[in-house]
T-cell receptor, first 115, second 113 residues
Framework: KAGVTQTPRYLIKTRGQQVTLSCSPISGHRSVSWYQQTPGQGLQFLFEYFSETQRNKGNFPGRFSGRQFSNSRSEMNVSTLELGDSALYLC??????????????FGDGTRLSIL | QKEVEQNSGPLSVPEGAIASLNCTYSDRGSQSFFWYRQYSGKSPELIMSIYSNGDKEDGRFTAQLNKASQYVSLLIRDSQPSDSATYLCAGGPSTSGTYKYIFGTGTRLKVLA
C-alpha cells in the first residue's frame, strides 16, 4: 500500500512569490492535514480537510490556504512568500477525522526555502 | 491555547538501557495520544498510540497514559543506536478544543554505543 505522497520534495522561491504544494493521501484515507515544521516551533497545525471541506484551521495568516479534491488529494498554497515561511511542510492522512483513535500517517514533506 | 509539552533533551542513554520519554498535556478533553519517531531530515513515523489509562506494550516499546495526571510516557527497552531520533508526542482529538492533533516539540534521544 503506497504511503502519503508529497510533491515536490524541495522548492526554492523568492520573497513575494507564491507556491503550491501537493499531497496524495494513503488510498482510502479521506482526511488530510497540513503542518509546518521549523526547528524553533516544532510541528504547527495549518488546516485539515475532509470530504473537500476544511474542518479545522490553525493560527496562520490568510496567505496560507488549501483545498481538497474529490479523490481526497489536497493542495496547499502560500501567497506572498516571506523569509519566515522557510520550513518543512508535512501532509498527514487518516481514514476519517471522526472520533478518537485515528492515527495520522505522514508524507516525506516538502522542504521550502525562501531566498 | 491547548499544549503538549516535552523536554527537548537531548536524553542520552547507553546502548541496552531503558530510555524514558515523557510528555504532559494541558487539555483534559484529549482522547488519544500518539508517539512518533522522527529521524533527522525525515518525516514523523507513528510508533505507538494509546487511548486508555495504563500501559500498552508493542515489542520494545511501552506507552503509558495517566489521564488524572495528564501525563504520557514512552519507554524504550534495550535501546539501540538506531533508536537515536527525535520523539514527538501528540494528543487529540479533543472534546473541548478545535484542533485535531497537537504536537509537542519533541525530545531528542541519543543512544550511545
Amino acid at each position: 500500500k503506497a504511503g502519503v505522497t508529497q510533491t515536490p520534495r524541495y522548492l526554492i522561491k523568492t520573497r513575494g512569490q507564491q507556491v503550491t504544494l501537493s499531497c496524495s493521501p494513503i488510498s482510502g484515507h479521506r482526511s488530510v492535514s497540513w503542518y509546518q515544521q521549523t526547528p524553533g516551533q516544532g510541528l504547527q497545525f495549518l488546516f485539515e480537510y475532509f470530504s473537500e471541506t476544511q474542518r479545522n484551521k490553525g493560527n496562520f495568516p490568510g496567505r496560507f490556504s488549501g483545498r481538497q479534491f474529490s479523490n481526497s488529494r489536497s493542495e496547499m498554497n502560500v501567497s506572498t512568500l516571506e523569509l519566515g515561511d522557510s520550513a518543512l511542510y508535512l501532509c498527514a492522512s487518516s481514514l476519517t477525522p471522526q472520533g478518537p483513535n485515528q492515527p495520522q500517517h505522514f508524507g516525506d514533506g516538502t522542504r521550502l526555502s525562501i531566498l | 491555547q491547548k499544549e503538549v509539552e516535552q523536554n527537548s533533551g537531548p536524553l542520552s542513554v547507553p546502548e541496552g538501557a531503558i530510555a524514558s520519554l515523557n510528555c504532559t498535556y494541558s487539555d483534559r478533553g484529549s482522547q488519544s495520544f500518539f508517539w512518533y519517531r522522527q529521524y533527522s531530515g525525515k518525516s514523523p513515523e507513528l510508533i505507538m498510540s494509546i487511548y486508555s489509562n495504563g500501559d500498552k506494550e508493542d515489542g520494545r516499546f511501552t506507552a503509558q497514559l495517566n489521564k488524572a495526571s495528564q501525563y504520557v510516557s514512552l519507554l524504550i527497552r534495550d535501546s539501540q543506536p538506531s533508536d537515536s531520533a527525535t520523539y514527538l508526542c501528540a494528543g487529540g482529538p479533543s472534546t473541548s478544543g478545535t484542533y485535531k492533533y497537537i504536537f509537542g516539540t519533541g525530545t531528542r534521544l541519543k543512544v550511545l554505543a
